[in-house]
């Protein structure tokens, strides 16, 4: 029987949709480019037309992840009728960027199989959310909420710490010591944007509700 044609968007497409799936399956590492061509059902030729090495196909499964976060936080960026602080709240508040399946890959990014991966979505992120969060500060010093020098570098830095120090069991912290650093790197990016104490609040919610408790 003949393989079926497909538009080399669409095979591209193919491509890319079925190796992140063995990639969250299997782990990336265990992954050869034998099993995805097995799955797709293609000559390795095909594979190698699209993609030079399972490290390009990786990338493209990072940029087409993060295509949606990057998209939806520049809506927000641009959303003429919210104040910087309004932006910041939706942006770093309880409300999550993406969907349930940026979500899903976020949560297989930690495995220990999916390292390069993982690490390859941290850089990505912050290259590319950076500029958008920095839109919104400089909306902030325009507003006289924020006072900050450099704002693109400021959020690059801010990012960059707190997706590490942060990142889900990399230093094993107990859920105590987490929250410690999660009120820290709120009052960093206080100081750093040069915003009152407490401004950020949002980013810590549960926290601001056991003192109104206590």
Known sequence: MARKTKAPEERRLEI???????????????????????????????????????????????????????????????EPTLTAMEKMAMLLGNTHIGDENTREIAEMMHLPENREMHELTNIQTVLRLSPVIAKI????????????????????????????????????FSPQETQVRREVTQRTIEISFGAPTGSFDFMNPDLKGKENNE
């Open 16 to 78: 890319v949709e079925t190796s992140e799936r063995l990639f969250l399956e299997v782990g990336y590492t265990k992954c050869s480019v034998d099993m995805i061509i097995k799955e797709i059902g293609v000559a390795k030729g095909t594979f190698y037309y699209y993609f030079k090495s399972k490290e390009e196909i990786l990338g493209a499964i990072v940029d087409r992840n993060l295509d949606q976060i990057v998209a939806q936080a520049g809506e927000l960026a641009n």
């Open 137 to 172: 500060v400089e909306q902030g010093i325009r507003e006289k909420v924020f006072v900050v020098k450099y704002p693109l570098e400021t959020v690059q830095f801010l990012l960059t710490g707190a997706q590490f120090l942060l990142d889900g069991g990399l230093f094993e």
